[in-house]
Structures are given as structure tokens and as C-alpha cells.
């Protein structure tokens, strides 16, 4: 058994995940400079989980990395929380009802499970939002249980909107000691 990693509630969701978790975006491109062979994609998610992160972080368009988190984690899924976003299409993002739901769709086939614990709109404007009821289409996925928690995923100057709302229960805000730009919005939300 690893040692234990620091925790901490997710959002409103009550899920007690590592502070540290383990963002996917790694290993979608097979195209790169250095791609991610199979074998090398098993060994970076099984240590994720042997060494104590509960958390995963991926996306619709991340290529491979649902796949492979499919692939080679499903066999462990009730030690990990997954959380994926929705709106991608091949050649940028939609924002219909019909198109969430096919990443819907898409993704738990690809994740290999019957839910997703947090599913987060990537990238989205409140605009977006209203004009495509994207709420109402998180909502009913959740509904229907293939969802357990909705989140954004975004960024200052969308993030005091989202907020506001009180619909969300997780953000996925871009932040680092190097770029603190998004800091008080993160204290807001929190």
C-alpha cells in the first residue's frame, strides 16, 4: 500500500479525491515527435493508481487517452474518480445538445464504463451555454445516470458567470505559481 497521498473534497460533489491528480492530455497523440506506445501507456496508468492518485483527468478530444485509460484501468475503476468534458468535434468544438451527447457516448465507450463522475464542458461561454441549453443536457445525463457531477472547464473571463450560476459542481480553471491570473476567481469559486 502506497503512502497516502493528501485528499481533499472535490467541489460540491462530497468525492474526497488527491490533492495531486493525473491529467490524461499526455497520451493522445500518436502523431508526436514521441508517440506513446501501448505498453508504456499501461505502466503511467497503473503507477497513477499504485502510487495513490484517485483522480483522472481526460477529454473527448485527447485522443488516445480515453482509450488507453479504458484499456488499461477499467479492471481498477472503483479506485479512481474520472473526469472527462464534452463539446469537441474533429475540427474544434459544437455546442448542441446532440453533440454532448454523442461525446457522451463516445467517451464512456472508450473509458469502458457505465458513468462518468464528472463531466465538464471544455472550453464553453455562457452564451454557448444559454443558447445551446447546455445545462439541461448535463442535467439529463445525469438523470439518466450515465453522469454523477457537471462541471466547467474555463477560465477567467467566463468563470465569474459560470459561478454565479450555482450549477456547476467542479471547475477545472487553468493555474500555476507562474500564471496567477485566474487566483481570485479560483478563492470565488471556492
Request: hydrophobic share 35%; glycine share 8%.
Amino acid at each position: 500500500m502506497p503512502n497516502e497521498l493528501p485528499q481533499a473534497t472535490l467541489g460540491r460533489t462530497g468525492i474526497e479525491v488527491t490533492r495531486l491528480g493525473y491529467g490524461g492530455m499526455a497520451l493522445r497523440d500518436e502523431s508526436s515527435k514521441w508517440p506513446i506506445e501501448d505498453d508504456h501507456a499501461e505502466a503511467v496508468l497503473n503507477t497513477v493508481l499504485d502510487s495513490g492518485i484517485n483522480f483522472i483527468d481526460t477529454a473527448d478530444c485527447y485522443g488516445r487517452s480515453e482509450p488507453f485509460i479504458g484499456r488499461f484501468l477499467s479492471h481498477r475503476r472503483d479506485e479512481y474518480t474520472i473526469a472527462t468534458k464534452c463539446g469537441c468535434i474533429p475540427k474544434g468544438r459544437e455546442w448542441t445538445r446532440e453533440n454532448l451527447f454523442i461525446g457522451l457516448e463516445r467517451s464512456l465507450k472508450r473509458l469502458q464504463t457505465d458513468y462518468i463522475d464528472i463531466m465538464q464542458l471544455h472550453g464553453a461561454t455562457p452564451e454557448h451555454v444559454d443558447e445551446g441549453r447546455l445545462v439541461d443536457a448535463l442535467e439529463e445525463m445525469r438523470s439518466q445516470g450515465k453522469v454523477r457531477w457537471i462541471g466547467a472547464s474555463t477560465s477567467s473571463p467566463h468563470l465569474n458567470a459560470f459561478t454565479e450560476r450555482g450549477v456547476f459542481d467542479t471547475f477545472q480553471i487553468p493555474y500555476s505559481g507562474l500564471s496567477r491570473t485566474n487566483e481570485a476567481w479560483i478563492t470565488k469559486a471556492a
